[in-house]
């Protein structure tokens, strides 16, 4: 069965690097998404994106943080200049599109340790 | 804004017992209602769906249904076992955005 894929599965990094997070969703979905989940809080969307372009962001998703889709299989999340706050895991996911497919499916998520 | 109620954890059991997590959405419209899984050390799993009012959601033994009355879709599973431990959460979706709004999650254990 086809699943998404995230890499690293875990990452720490010192405040005010850069960090990049990787997807590969499934791969005919077209819409794809990033949430996260600070520890023991709620998951949280982050940015929805299709068609090569954001579709919505939360208002988490400020300028520190973008998205790319920089060839037909990856799916990435970049913050520029992490946070302490930035701490949390990201969950990748992807939605095939079309009538009654609501459905997103999720990757197993990078853990983001900021020290 | 939409939002989701889940009933707080964390919730204790003993294995065979009967489960039931009480989920409860604010939405104007028509959103599809889901229940998502977390094993330990994992991602999101779907577990179960549904898409309109009357809808029955089931999966693994685990049945919700989608209760426009009451705003309600609350999960259930007559007899658990130790390998249902997860956290468990609720969710909402429309079809403009299709973006997931969570509830907080709850924590279930099950204790052979």
């Known amino acids: 069965e086809p699943e998404v894929t995230q890499t690293p599965s875990h990452q720490v990094t010192q405040m005010g690097q850069e960090v990049i997070l990787r997807c590969v969703p499934i791969?005919?979905?077209?819409?794809f998404y990033w949430y996260r989940q600070i520890l023991g809080q709620k998951v949280e969307f982050l940015v929805s994106?299709?068609?090569?372009?954001?579709?919505?962001k939360s208002e988490i998703f400020d300028d520190q943080f973008s998205v790319e889709r920089p060839d037909g299989s990856n799916f990435t999340l970049k913050i520029r200049s992490t946070k302490l706050e930035d701490s949390a895991m990201y969950f990748c996911?992807?939605?095939?599109?079309?009538?009654?497919?609501?459905?997103?499916?999720f990757g197993p998520g990078t853990r983001l340790l900021v020290l | 804004g939409n939002s989701v109620t889940q009933m707080e954890g964390p919730v204790t059991l003993s294995e065979e017992a009967f489960l039931t997590i009480n989920c409860t959405y604010t939405?104007?419209?028509?959103?599809?209602l889901f229940w998502y899984v977390q094993y330990p050390g994992e991602g999101l799993q779907l577990l179960l769906k549904a898409t309109k009012a009357d809808d029955k959601g089931s999966n693994k033994g685990f049945e919700a249904t989608y209760r426009k009355e009451t705003t309600s879709f609350h999960l259930e599973k007559g007899s658990v076992q130790v390998s249902d431990s997860a956290v468990y959460f609720c969710?909402?979706?429309?079809?403009?955005?299709?973006?997931?709004?969570f509830g907080a999650g709850t924590t279930v254990t099950v204790r052979a």
């Open positions: 791969s005919n979905h077209l819409y």
């Open positions: 996911a992807s939605r095939r599109g079309g009538q009654y497919q609501e459905t997103q499916y």
């Open positions: 939405a104007t419209g028509y959103p599809s």
């Open positions: 994106f299709y068609n090569n372009e954001i579709s919505e």
């Open positions: 969710a909402l979706t429309y079809a403009n955005d299709y973006k997931l709004s």
